[in-house]
Nanobody, 115 residues
Framework: VMLVESGGGLVQPGGSLRLSCAAS????????MSWYRQAPGKERELVAR????????NYVESVKGRFTISRDNDKNTVYLQMNSLKPEDTAVYYC?????????WGQGTQVTVSS
């Protein structure tokens, strides 16, 4: 199982980034997928989740209306579109699979929101 996150970087407050996570080693279309983040000195938190078909999504309150999770089951990839970024969004972002595959993590991608 491999999860490879990409798309992070340094962005000014109010800016946007689109994260991608390429998954392999399991039947991607069978499982829900999630994005988590971990800021320095804080616990990892669930940011967004999408069902296996993409028909339903959930978000932590702090990102509702700003972030959008989506997936392409043909490409085995899950995305996180992040708009109106704030300094408090600064963290390492990780994607994660559901069920048995929730035990696997990628290396994450750093998002830094700063002027």
């Amino acid at each position: 199982v491999m999860l490879v996150e990409s798309g992070g970087g340094l962005v000014q407050p109010g800016g946007s980034l689109r994260l991608s996570c390429a998954a392999s080693g399991f039947i991607f279309s069978y499982y829900p997928m999630s994005w988590y983040r971990q800021a320095p000195g804080k616990e990892r938190e669930l940011v967004a989740r999408i069902t296996s078909t993409g028909g339903s999504t959930n978000y932590v309150e702090s990102v509702k209306g700003r972030f959008t999770i989506s997936r392409d089951n043909d490409k085995n990839t899950v995305y996180l579109q992040m708009n109106s970024l704030k300094p408090e969004d600064t963290a390492v972002y990780y994607c994660n699979g559901g069920g048995y595959y929730s035990r696997f993590w990628g290396q994450g991608t750093q998002v830094t929101v700063s002027s």
